[in-house]
């Protein structure tokens, strides 16, 4: 007979969010295939068997490594904050943020397939994921990463769990870490205003548009003349300039020093950045919002019925 072993029971958990005893027994039923277990699984529990790989993974945490001019950045996600502050998903999290600095894979499937074990799951990253899947209770994911090496010096921050900042820089290292809370605080998308992709530029000159378009439709019907056209385009390209000070680190006040902006405070400094990363927890997902109510009255309705 094949041995059972945790990882085995772990991976079959994830497929099908059953206990870990009635995964066991599958699999020793099964005589360690897991493709018969998960069959054994289905017929036994019917929709009970759900998986939980399919469920939404919008919670999550941020975490960073750094080693010299090594570093790397990870979001995994989960399906409640509840897990974010569970040990094991922590420690995952650590694992992955330190292997990609260390390796570079090159995605998600190659970050998964790195050495790793914790809580008797392994030998890969990917077979830990899977069997904490089967311990917790909840799916969970990673959904991006980035390898940092070669532009400059490295500053990273997390504010609690739910954002990251990696600055990649050159100069001191105080106004860099100083720099890195300020991202985190202003989430700017851009070091300065020529770097502002131009996508963002366009779709907020098009709602500056829109909402001209719209101001010249409550001045005629209210009898006012409307603005020229020469005006108007003056206040769509300075809503445009106002957007990308806005979201230009360079151009931003400085959150320690409302006074200067942060390109002044680097430049007294002797420190310029490079290059940033900003990871906002479930940045993105779509989180599903359960309705209780809704859900209470659907219950009672089908009661009703069945009766």
Do not use: W
């Not at 990609?100 to 090159?106: I, L, S, Y």
């Not at 917790?136 to 900042?165: C, D, P, Q």
Request: proline share 2%; with cysteine; charged share 25%.
């Amino acid at each position: 007979m094949a041995a059972i072993t945790a990882s085995m029971v772990g991976e079959l958990r994830a497929k099908t969010d059953a206990l870990m005893m009635e995964c066991k027994q599958a699999l020793t039923e099964a005589d360690g295939n897991m493709e018969k277990a998960e069959e054994l699984l289905r017929i036994k529990l019917g929709n009970k068997a759900g998986k939980a790989s399919d469920r939404i993974t919008a919670e999550g945490v941020v975490t960073a490594y750094v080693d010299g001019a090594v570093g790397g950045m990870i979001e995994i996600n989960c399906e409640t904050d509840f897990v974010t502050k569970n040990d094991s998903f922590l420690a995952l999290a650590n694992a992955a943020a330190m292997l990609v600095a260390k390796n570079n894979p090159a995605d998600i499937a190659a970050l998964g397939a790195l050495a790793y074990e914790q809580d008797g799951f392994g030998p890969t990253l990917e077979d830990v994921r899977k069997g904490l899947i089967g311990k917790i209770g909840e799916n969970m994911s990673f959904r991006r990463f980035k390898h940092f090496t070669g532009n400059g010096k490295l500053a990273s921050y997390l504010h609690g769990t739910r954002i990251g900042v990696m600055v990649e820089f050159e100069g001191d290292d105080t106004p860099a870490k100083d720099v890195a809370m300020h991202i985190a605080a202003m989430k700017p998308v851009a070091i300065s205003s020529a770097d502002v992709p131009v996508e963002l530029i366009e779709k907020e000159r098009a709602v500056a548009a829109g909402k001209a378009a719209e101001d010249r439709k409550v001045a005629e019907a209210e009898g006012k003349k409307p603005q020229s056209d020469d005006i108007v385009a003056k206040r769509i390209e300075g809503g445009v300039q106002k957007y990308l000070k806005e979201v230009s680190l360079h151009n931003q006040p400085f959150v320690k020093n409302d006074k200067q902006t942060v390109e002044q405070m680097l430049k007294a400094a002797n420190t310029s950045i490079k290059g940033f990363t900003l990871y906002v927890v479930g940045e993105g997902i779509k989180k599903k919002v359960d309705d209780f109510a809704a859900e209470v009255a659907a219950q009672v309705a089908a009661a009703k019925a069945a009766a």
